[in-house]
């Protein structure tokens, strides 16, 4: 652990730092804010006051924190591509990714091809989804229950990006959470959204829950 004494006197003053992302957030199926568990067996263990866990295990109905960014990043490209502001509702930029003919093509090893699948099927639009050959089946099942097209392919992770970008080239939109020269943007958005906003509006929503417990807020959170 990196322990930085300056941080003593530093003061979280922006809950989210770009309002359009949360707003974005909230309009989405299952949006709620993620629980603050206390872990008193730890504290007592670490000789302190408190320790909470803030549970990020179901986030927008899905098991990790991937869909933060994965909504974003698609809900943003999608606008770009249609000429649609960001604000635009997620029915209007649905309709408006249909008529574009649009299609989701990503590559995963897990929960970010899940999170893709979902925001495709938020928008009813198809989605393929590019997997290495050593993931489970069951994984491969849970993608699929969400409506993508699952593509196993003969070789690891870098193999399926490959396959991805080919698929893409014929017309799809490559929604990737890695980057490479040339192809920044989405990447980008989606990391801003995964720890910038992301860790923000978990500390803001952390706020929120010491607020309402009406408990002493915390010497030390840690992301």
């Not at 707003?23 to 909470?52: C, G, M, R, W």
């Not at 069951?138 to 593509?151: L, M």
């Amino acid at each position: 652990m990196y322990h930085n004494p300056s941080a003593a006197s530093w003061k979280y003053t922006n809950p989210c730092a770009n309002p359009a992302v949360e707003a974005f957030h909230k309009t989405l199926p299952d949006y709620a804010v993620t629980p603050l568990t206390p872990l008193p067996e730890l504290a007592q263990q670490l000789n302190i006051s408190h320790v909470y866990l803030k549970d990020e295990s179901s986030r927008l109905g899905l098991p990790a924190f991937k869909i933060l960014g994965a909504s974003w990043a698609i809900h943003k490209a999608v606008a770009s591509k249609c000429n649609l502001p960001v604000t635009t509702s997620l029915d209007e930029m649905g309709a408006a990714a249909r008529n574009a003919g649009i299609e989701l093509v990503t590559c995963t090893e897990g929960n970010w091809g899940r999170a893709v699948a979902r925001m495709a099927k938020y928008m009813q639009i198809k989605a393929v989804i590019f997997v290495p050959d050593f993931m489970d089946e069951a994984t491969q099942r849970k993608i699929e229950s969400e409506g993508a097209k699952v593509v196993v392919v003969d070789g690891d992770y870098d193999y399926s990006i490959a396959k991805a970008k080919e698929e893409a080239d014929k017309g799809g939109m490559l929604v990737m959470d890695v980057s490479w020269k040339g192809y920044e943007e989405i990447p980008e958005v989606t990391w801003y959204a995964f720890f910038e906003n992301g860790s923000r509006l978990i500390a803001y929503n952390s706020y929120k829950n010491w607020v309402y417990r009406k408990q002493p807020m915390p010497s030390q959170p840690l992301v």
